[in-house]
Each structure stands twice: as structure tokens, then as C-alpha cells.
């Protein structure tokens, strides 16, 4: 039997399912007067029921036809594994769970007969676990007084370096980087000599010295000057994606310090961010999977224990200079 005429019955067997679930909730309140009633709590769940139901019957058909990567789905669960035990939400760990099995087959597998379901009811997953998180206010950011959500949203974007050393050369991306950094350099100079506050682009303490923008643009430059090949692109991740992660992580769920201001929570965060977005060049780009791991490791560790430096800083050039004393020795 072909794969798609599986999941039409599979759905058929949902949808029947649901009905009597339906019927015997309605039966049940009939009876027992309960408050809420149990067919309005199975209404209400019976789309998430449903998509898991046609998520597992997916799943089955890829392992079967061999369209999902094992190891994959263990990465993904060990990441949703360590935000749940260390934030304690569920719902930040069924998200990324969610999408990390979506993108990982979709990537490993592409798009087709067999994986198409893992990755269209993985999605429709995802959106039911947003929708719910959202209800609880799981998306209400805290807000510090010195954070610029602007500066989390962009951070991402600089991920196009790696895109641009791709496609065109080095030299290019070089110049590129030199340009954006000279400019943020000179805007910084005068912002300090003038004792400019420019509130909505610059944080409080960043009055009378560098801004952490600059500092990050100068970690880029120098990751793509002095490191070889693609080990600029891992320290660029974990200083973008990794930072994503930590900085929501860290303020949403942050508790327990460490060392200043840095939690379990925001590092352990970091290192997932980190991996799980290596994990992604280990798929589009053929990074070793062993590089991913180590470098994700130490830029979660260097974050942990800058100190009073800037992290923007040390996170990049010191996983750079981590992964390239290991291929010299070697071990990579």
C-alpha cells in the first residue's frame, strides 16, 4: 500500500476516533454533571490528540521506509530533554522538539513521499504547542530595563556572513565586515566624546564605553581574518543562536546564578541553541558532528565565565581558537 493511502486511512481512524471520544465524553456528562464537562475538555484537546496520533502513524511510516534520521531525533530529544529539566517548562521544551524534528527531516530527508508526513504534522504540532503556550503567557517577555529586543531579533540576521563567504570569497566578506564595523567603531567614538545616550540603540552602561554591538561585530571580523575555513561559521552560530536562546531562557526562566548575572539556566540554554543550530550546518554544509558538540560545549562555558568581559567578545574568538588548536593537535 502506497504511503499516502496510509495516511488517509490514518486520518480516516482519527477522525472515527475522535467521534466516539466525542459520544462517550457526552454520555459520561450526561451522567456525571462535571465541571468543566469532559466533552468540552476532549473538544478541546481532540486537535492535539489528533496531530499526535497522524504524527506517530508518520513517524512509523519514515522509520519504515527509511526517511528519518535516528540520530537526529536523539539530538532533538536531548535538547528538549536538558531545557525541561533545567527550565522546568514543558511547553519551551515541546516547542523546540517540535521544530527541531520538522527541520532535521526535512533537511536530512528532504521533501518527500515518506518524510512529508513526519514534517507537515510535526508543523501542525507546532502550531497547536505555540497557540497553547501563548494562552498561558508563556510569550510575555520580562523585559529588563537595559534590554533592546531589537538587538535579540537582529542578532540572527548575521548568520547571512556565513551565506556570503559561500557564495562569494572571503576577501569579499572581509570588506563587507570592515565596512559595518568601521562605522560602528566611528559612531561609538562620537557617541562617547559627545556623551550621547541614543536610548533606543544603546544600553545605559554602554554610555561611556564600546557598545556590545561593536564588540560582536569586531568578534566576526576577526573569527573570519585569523580562523580557517568553516570554523568562523560554528563560533558565529553559538554567538547568534546560542545568544537567542540564553537571552530568552535567562530571562524568562533564569534563577539560579552562577557567576554574575548568568544562570544554569541561560548557559544550559546556549549550549542547546549552539547545538541545535550546528547541528544544522553539520546537515547543509557536512560540519563533523564531533566540532559541533565541542565547539557548542565551550562557547556555553566561555559565556558562563566571561565575567566582566563582553561575551559578544570572547565567546566567538575563544571557540575559534578552541577549535583550531584541536584540528592542529588533530583530535578534529
Known sequence: MAVEAKLVLAVCAASLLGGLASAAARRVDSAFPFS?????RVMQNTPLFFAAGIFSFAWAIAVSEGAFNGLACLIALAIGFL?????GSQHASALVVLFALALFTALGRGFGSASAPVVVSALFLLVLEISSAAATGFFRFHRRKDLR??????RPFALIFILIDLVWTRRALLLVLGLISLGFITLDLVRIAAQLELRRLF???EKRRFSSITGFLAAVFIMFLVFPDTIPYLGLTCLTMGDLFS???GTQFGKRRVIGRRTWEGSTAYFCGSLLFGYVLHFLIGLPLSAVVLASFCAAVTELCSGGLDDNFTVGIVTGAFLTALRHFSVL
Open 83 to 87: 531545557l525541561a529539566a533545567v527550565t
Open 247 to 249: 537571552k530568552f531562557a
Open 149 to 154: 529586543l531589537w538587538r535579540i531579533v537582529a
Open 36 to 40: 468543566p464537562s469532559v466533552s468540552a
Open 203 to 205: 544600553k545605559a552602561g
